[in-house]
């Protein structure tokens, strides 16, 4: 399939009602309101594709750049190509998902995050510390700095209440992955949960709540996930 062939495509699957939650949830036009398991049928027939990720993504559609996400190859992502992908995010949601989700799976993945989280671009600096969860998550303990990680958890707890909406949402998000996920830094990331107490993000129109970094944390520990690994930060 052609870039043109999925766009055509993906203006045929969508629906005025996904595009209006979208947009509630702060998705930025142009978007067709393609539903997310649409989106993972192509992936499925697509498989991996970097050329045709790069073509869509370049599309400046958010469905499309969503989907780029899903079938890129991101160990032939470059540190100039993750540059140009978070650069263009137009959506909050795409520098959470898309682009940290490619980025974590990069070897460039550390690199771009310790940039992304100075910059001062809000949307930036969120994508940089969405990375960061998402490398706590797929990374085995044993080939993660856990002092830079502390380090950076301690940074959050002086920031975070100062920061901006976007980053403070990404920064808490860093503490549930470390906290569930890093099982040296377990109890710490717990703790500079508890410190920082409750975050509070405008979620603008919508019914999401807020997760609380120490509730989500325990509950990695009951389910017997704590440290658990997963196999892709793509979901």
Known sequence: MTSKEILKQLEGLGQDSIKKVLLKHGINEPLYGVKVEELKRIQKKVKFDQTL?????????????????????????????????????HSASLCSYT?????????????????WIDAKEEMIASAGWATLAHIATITDDSELDIPLLKQLLGRVAKN???????????MNGFVIAVGSYVVPLNETAKKIGEKTGKVAIDVGDTACKVPYAPDYIDKAVGRGSLGKKKKSARC
């Open 53 to 89: 990720a790069m073509e869509l993504y370049a599309s400046g559609i958010y469905d499309a750049m969503y989907l780029a996400g899903l079938i890129a190859e991101p160990e032939k992502m470059t540190e100039a190509d993750l540059q140009k992908w978070v650069k263009g995010a």
């Open 99 to 115: 682009v940290s989700w490619v980025a974590s799976e990069s070897k460039h993945g550390m690199a771009v995050a310790m940039k």
């Open 160 to 170: 975070i209440h100062t920061s901006r909406n976007q980053v403070k949402s990404a």
